[in-house]
Structure formats: C-alpha cells, structure tokens
C-alpha cells in the first residue's frame, strides 16, 4: 500500500483508495454522531479535540515509547 520515493513513503492508488473509503466512512460516521447537536456543542467538541490532540503529540514528541513484553 506503500511506495518508497527518496526518504518519503507514498501511498500506492490502491493505498489512496482505501484512504478514501476510509475517509468517507469516518465523515459519515460522524456525521450521524453530530446530528441534532448545535453549533455552539460542535465548537465546544471541536476545541475539546484539539487541546486532546495538542496535549498527546506533545507528549508523544517528549516521551519514549517503550513496548513491554505480556
């Protein structure tokens, strides 16, 4: 699903394609998920989402991920 170009991987057109479905399924999804709620929820969620994703990529950027055996 992957293609080496360079130091770059990049996604083959069967890679972009299931990308795309993937895409689509999740916009679907959550579309039905926000259906009814208000703008005002929606940019609390939106805002909630981003502080999440700011607080875990820096903390990932900081913090060595070390896989223990079960």
């Given at each position: 699903?992957?293609?080496q170009a360079g130091d770059e991987l990049q996604l083959t057109?069967?890679?972009?394609e299931a990308l795309?479905?993937?895409t689509a399924a999740y916009h679907g999804s959550l579309a039905a998920l926000l259906d009814g709620w208000s703008p005002e929820q929606e940019a609390e969620l939106a805002a909630l989402?981003?502080?999440?994703?700011?607080n875990l990529l820096s903390e990932a950027s900081?913090?060595?991920f070390i896989s223990t055996p079960a």
């Amino acid at each position: 699903m992957t293609e080496q170009a360079g130091d770059e991987l990049q996604l083959t057109p069967a890679g972009q394609e299931a990308l795309n479905t993937l895409t689509a399924a999740y916009h679907g999804s959550l579309a039905a998920l926000l259906d009814g709620w208000s703008p005002e929820q929606e940019a609390e969620l939106a805002a909630l989402l981003h502080r999440v994703t700011t607080n875990l990529l820096s903390e990932a950027s900081t913090t060595e991920f070390i896989s223990t055996p079960a």
